[in-house]
Nanobody
Framework: QVQLVASGGGSVQAGGSLRLSCPAS??????IGWFRQAPGKEREGVAS??????KIYYADSVKGRFTISQDKTTLYLQMNSLKPEDSAMYYC?????????????????WGQGTQVTVSS
């Protein structure tokens, strides 16, 4: 089983950029995506890819600023124009079954997260 360990997090100022990476073999899953969880808040879907066709889904809060992409071995999340409210632990997750693309409960495989902190 592939270890979905996210990397690339860090501390940036508002308006800055970060690129997250996660080693994942896309053909193994139907959906693969990025989620985040801030202290005291529920885990929320950020972006995901339906690998059988390539349709992409974004949370409204990140549309136009974040871009999800993948190659044969790695899932990426390019985050631009970062805001303090983007601060959270970011996780990579995958699902082998059909369900809501940005619903964390739909995803069974999770990896270790990476912290993103955006200062104002």
């Amino acid at each position: 089983q592939v270890q979905l360990v996210a990397s690339g997090g860090g501390s940036v100022q508002a308006g800055g950029s970060l690129r997250l990476s996660c080693p994942a073999s896309a053909y193994t899953y139907l959906f693969i995506g990025w989620f985040r969880q801030a202290p005291g808040k529920e885990r929320e879907g950020v972006a995901s890819i339906y690998t059988d066709g390539g349709k992409i889904y974004y949370a409204d809060s990140v549309k136009g600023r974040f871009t999800i992409s993948q190659d044969k071995t790695t899932l990426y999340l390019q985050m631009n124009s970062l805001k303090p409210e983007d601060s959270a632990m970011y996780y990579c997750a995958a699902s082998g079954r059909y369900g809501p693309p940005l619903d964390a409960q739909h995803y069974a495989d999770w990896g270790q997260g990476t912290q993103v902190t955006v200062s104002s």
